[in-house]
Antibody, heavy 123, light 107 residues
């Protein structure tokens, strides 16, 4: 059974750093990417970026380029999303999801999702 | 930037057919994908590559695409189908992937 298990909720102050995680199991981890999706309170889904677990190639959506860093540790089947300086506007639920397809594929999508990590940034 | 446009809400009575549309300029050449998100839960993939159903998704949920519009159809909608539905696709370059704004389905 494919599972993505995310780290727990976080409460941080503006300016602090944060790294959240997403551990995959039940499938061959390097064969798929991991994507991150933001959902602000009461709002829709926003694709942040995808890391291809095999070669760690990473693509970011324009709004998130330079704002976050996506990384992966293949040895423990875990992907990460990190911030160096959080803002109140980063308050959201962050989902990781298994990504099907590679950079050159015509079909690319998220098929399995983690449970979400709530990040609250408040002074 | 690239946008996928969905109606904010769709409402049907139980047993009726619900249709949720997604408009995008690149849809004639790019696949559409659909996600269902129930309140307080993570999204679930319900349609991929315009009209394919992942295992476990009921047959009453189907997808189609024609021209610049993709459509998610729920035949015989049930109260359990309530939630937010998001389309997902890319622009003509294949480099910018976006979600639609979401449609709240009320049954």
């Amino acid at each position: 059974e494919v599972q993505l298990v995310q780290s727990g909720a976080e409460v941080k102050k503006p300016g602090e750093s944060l790294k959240i995680s997403c551990k995959g199991s039940g499938y061959t981890f390097p064969m798929y990417g991991i994507g991150w999706v933001r959902q602000k309170p009461g709002k829709g889904l926003e694709r942040m970026g995808v890391i291809y677990s095999g070669d760690s190639d990473t693509t970011y959506s324009p709004s998130f380029q330079g704002q976050v860093t996506i990384s992966v540790d293949k040895s423990i089947n875990t992907a990460y999303l990190q911030w160096t300086s959080l803002k109140a506007s980063d308050t959201a639920i962050y989902y990781c999801a298994r990504h099907v397809g590679f950079n050159i594929s015509s079909s690319r999508y998220f098929d399995y999702w983690g449970q979400g990590t709530l990040v609250t940034v408040s002074s | 930037s690239y946008q996928l446009t969905q109606p904010p809400s769709v409402s049907v009575s139980p047993g009726q057919t619900a249709r949720i549309t997604c408009s995008g300029d690149a849809l004639p050449k790019k696949y559409a994908y659909w996600y269902q998100q129930k309140s307080g839960q993570a999204p679930v993939l319900v349609i991929f590559e315009d009209n394919k159903r992942p295992s476990g998704i009921p047959e009453r949920i189907s997808g189609s695409s024609s021209g610049t519009k993709a459509t998610l159809t729920i035949t015989g909608a049930q109260v359990d189908d309530e939630g937010d539905y998001y389309c997902y696709s890319t622009d003509t370059s294949g480099n910018l992937w976006v979600f639609g704004g979401g449609t709240k389905l009320t049954v």
